[in-house]
Each structure stands twice: as structure tokens, then as C-alpha cells.
């Protein structure tokens, strides 16, 4: 795979994935979850080295399992238009993924409300991960008490709100994550929306980047302000709610054709997680298209961000 399709800096910027790595010059090394000590590096090429190196992982660690040409054929009209020139402009982007790492993808995105993700949210889950398992090690080997003994640490360091919210809900979190595998993603949205402060927002993240449904997208203050301005919403719209969402699926909810996550479906079917995706580096990062990047100012922000752990 040759480095000018992707971008894996900005790709893992975007990620949920982001805490399990570390950069390493021009190689991205995973520390923790499946596939420790494998290293993806990008000089010209694409070169992997390690145990991990499967086409699947490097499909899913780069975006690649996401096919856009394909799912932009099955957009119609503004949506297409719309979409269609994202992908062109943002060909480096895509959302790197784990259905391997389930809890790990759910502790980031449950630590992710309401703070600065790359500030605050990566070094807790670096600390909490560190903790819990030390490299080369996955934490699905690791028992519940085990499991909240690191949490319990990791609290103790930090005192994020965030944190002692994440040690009451723990043990839920662990099942539902557990239960990925055999379960449906609308089963798996519903049962971590009965989790305690847990919201639609990271059950929509939680499913886009562990892999499990492209269609699925957060709706995020990235998104609300992308739509709007692409001429996609207008104000009769609402957010979704997690009284509706634990109750019903999109099809049958009474607020489905107002809300704006069961829009954005119909929308963008397949493309709508790429789509939110963009809608954040476009906004978080204040771009308009890859040759934006300033890759300097990228390369010393996630070696601020993953090297120190």
C-alpha cells in the first residue's frame, strides 16, 4: 500500500485507536491491545512488521476497510454531491478501527465527554491501559477485579469526574463490550445506552471505531456545524435522545424523521461515519483538504500525546 492513499497521523488523530499507539518517527507502534509490539510504518510504502501483520489489521488500522467509491454509489443527490467531494478532497482520511480491542475503544470513548480528548482523554487511557495489562498483554485476559483495581489508580492520579463516573459503571461496560461479538449493533447501542452516563454520542462512537457499522456516526457539535453549513439541517431537527434510543430501533422511533442521527443514516448510509469524521478534522483542525495538513504542527501534537507513556 503506498503512503500517498493515506495520511496514518491524521487518520489516528481522529481514532479512538489513538491511546493503544505510540509514534515512533515515521512508524506507528501499537502498545497495547491485540496485536502489542506490531509496528505499521510509512516511507514511501506502507510496511508492517510484527505478529500482527495480517491484511485485515492493516485494513482496519488505516481505514482501508472502509470502501468509499463503493458506498458512494449508494448516495443519491446533495448527499452524493456533498460526499463526493470530501473523498476527494480528504483522500488521505479514513477511520482506523479495532474489533479486536472492544473494551479498550469503549474506556476512550466514555472518557471522551466533556473534556479535550488529545489533552486529557488519551493520557488516561494510556495510565489506565499501562496499568492494567503493561504491554503485550490484551485486557480481555485480565479479571473484573483486576480490571477496577487499575481504574482505582488511575482515579487516584488524575481526579477527573470522568474517572469516578468510569469505576461506577465499570463492570457494565465490561459486559457489554464483552458481548460485541455476539450480539447485533443496534443490540449493542441499546445495551450501553442503559449504562449509567453513558449517552448516544459514545454509543455511536464506541460502534463506528471498533468496527463494527460504517453507517453509524456521533453526532457532535463537528457534525451539527458541518450539516448546517452544507445547506442538510435546518431547525426542526433534534439530537438524539437516550430515552427514545433505549426504547426503540430508528425504524420504529416516533422521533426518527426529526432526529438527526436516524437523518444522517438515511443520508449517508455508509459514508455517514466518514462523513462525522471529516466534519471533525475539518473543524477541530481548521482545514478544507489534506494538502491543509500542517504536518509538523500534526507530528509534534501526537508525539506530545503518545510518546510519554
Known amino acids: 500500500m503506498t503512503a500517498s492513499y493515506i495520511n496514518l497521523d491524521l487518520t489516528l488523530y481522529a481514532s479512538f485507536s489513538l491511546p493503544m499507539f505510540k509514534k ?18 510509512v516511507d514511501g510504502n506502507l510496511k508492517c512488521h510484527g505478529i500482527a501483520c ?16 463503493r458506498y458512494l454509489e449508494e448516495l443519491e443527490g446533495l448527499a452524493r454531491e456533498v460526499v463526493e467531494g470530501l473523498i476527494k478532497e480528504f483522500y488521505c ?14 474506556t476512550a470513548a466514555f472518557l471522551s465527554r466533556n473534556t479535550d480528548f488529545h489533552k486529557n482523554t488519551v493520557r488516561w487511557v494510556k495510565t489506565f491501559l499501562r496499568k492494567l495489562a503493561g504491554p ?52 449493542t447501542r441499546r445495551n450501553l445506552l442503559k449504562v449509567k452516563y453513558l449517552g448516544p454520542k459514545v454509543a455511536d462512537s464506541f460502534i463506528l471505531h471498533s468496527g463494527l457499522d460504517t453507517s453509524r456516526a ?24 437516550k430515552s427514545y434510543c ?27 461515519g466518514f462523513t462525522q469524521t471529516t466534519a471533525y478534522i475539518m473543524d477541530k483542525l481548521q482545514i478544507r483538504r ?4 500542517d504536518e509538523s504542527k500534526l507530528k509534534a501534537l501526537l508525539d506530545a500525546v503518545t510518546t510519554n507513556f
Open 24 to 41: 515512533d518517527g515515521d512508524c506507528w507502534i501499537k502498545v497495547y491491545g491485540y496485536g502489542a509490539g506490531t509496528s505499521i510504518c
Open 54 to 69: 495480517s491484511s485485515q489489521f492493516l485494513d482496519y488500522v488505516t481505514g482501508s476497510w472502509i470502501n468509499k467509491e
Open 93 to 106: 482520511l479514513s477511520i482506523s478501527a479495532s474489533p479486536w480491542d472492544t473494551f479498550e475503544i469503549l
Open 136 to 187: 503485550k498483554r490484551v485486557s480481555s485476559d485480565q479479571t473484573v477485579d483486576q480490571i477496577a483495581q487499575a481504574a482505582v489508580s488511575v482515579y487516584r492520579e488524575f481526579k477527573s469526574y470522568q474517572l469516578l463516573q468510569f469505576m461506577e459503571v465499570l463492570d457494565k461496560l465490561i459486559t457489554v463490550a464483552r458481548m460485541v461479538s455476539t450480539t447485533s449493533p443496534s443490540a
Open 218 to 241: 456521533p453526532v457532535d457539535i463537528h457534525y451539527m456545524r458541518f450539516l448546517k453549513r452544507s445547506g442538510f439541517l435546518g431547525n426542526e431537527y433534534i439530537q438524539p435522545r
Open 246 to 272: 433505549t426504547t426503540y430501533d430508528c425504524s420504529t422511533c416516533p422521533a426518527s424523521q426529526k432526529c438527526v442521527y436516524a437523518y444522517t443514516i438515511r443520508l449517508f448510509k455508509n459514508l455517514n
Open 290 to 293: 489534506c494538502e491543509d495538513v
